[in-house]
């Protein structure tokens, strides 16, 4: 049971274009939601997070939207720059639950020059 | 560099040897989790440590699978009889009491198993 979401496997942008990912979760318990990014053979790197309180959090060129009654999350990276190509994973965290992080599948972006 | 640090990066070993993984967590960091990452899929939660003390385990930890934290420090995963379904990265997070759910990884550990 996939319980966080990436439909899209990979994604590819103009650099200085936005790129936007998504990210869809069924488990209404969770109420803490973090980005990562990947790059090959190494560890997945945080980069932005958002609580369910809020609606938005920005830092940077990244923002990330929460939609809690369509269960729905996305990052936006504007502008993208090529440095930007990583693979990015979605992942949620019930706080007063288990500690565990969910992630999906992960979302390859390229960016290209 | 004060960051979360695994060793070793890579091992290859043959089916039913036993290996062990280390971790070291940020410093300042009482929690400490570990993560198995096959391809094409996102990093699945085995097991974490708050201080010395194991607090959760998933069903994906067999009981060929053991972690321990003795000082509430560095942990160690240890796979015994290894199979080559086990063939993984293994990863290592690390957290603060007052942000938990904001884990920072290591490297991670490449497994090979022929």
């Known amino acids: 049971d996939q319980q966080v979401k990436q439909n899209s496997p990979s994604l590819s942008v103009q650099e200085g274009r936005i790129s936007i990912l998504n990210c869809d979760y069924t488990n209404s318990m969770f109420d803490y939601f973090l980005w990562y990014k990947k790059y090959p053979a190494e560890g997945p790197t945080f980069l932005i997070s958002i609580s369910s309180i809020k609606d938005k959090n920005e830092d940077g060129r990244f923002t990330v939207f929460l939609n809690k009654s369509a269960k729905h999350l996305s990052l936006h990276i504007v502008p993208s720059q090529p440095g930007d190509s990583a693979v990015y994973f979605c992942?949620?965290?019930?706080?007063?639950?288990?500690?565990?992080?969910?992630f999906g599948k992960g979302t390859k972006l390229t960016v290209n020059p | 560099d004060t960051g979360v640090s695994q060793d070793p990066r890579h091992k290859i070993t043959k089916r039913g040897q036993n290996v062990t993984f280390r971790c070291d967590p940020i410093?300042?960091?009482?929690?400490l989790y570990w993560y198995r990452q096959t391809l094409g899929q996102g990093p699945e939660f085995l097991t974490y440590f708050q201080n010395e003390a194991q607090l959760e385990k998933s069903r994906l930890l067999s009981d060929r699978f053991s972690a321990e934290r003795p000082k509430g420090s560095f942990s160690t995963l240890e796979i015994q009889r290894t199979e080559q379904g086990d063939s993984a990265m293994y990863l290592c997070?690390?957290?603060?009491?007052?942000?938990?759910?904001?884990?920072?990884f290591g490297p991670g550990t490449r497994l090979t198993v022929t």
């Open positions: 997070a690390s957290s603060s009491r007052q942000a938990f759910y904001e884990q920072y």
């Open positions: 410093s300042e960091h009482n929690r």
């Open positions: 992942a949620a965290s019930a706080i007063g639950g288990s500690e565990k992080l969910v």
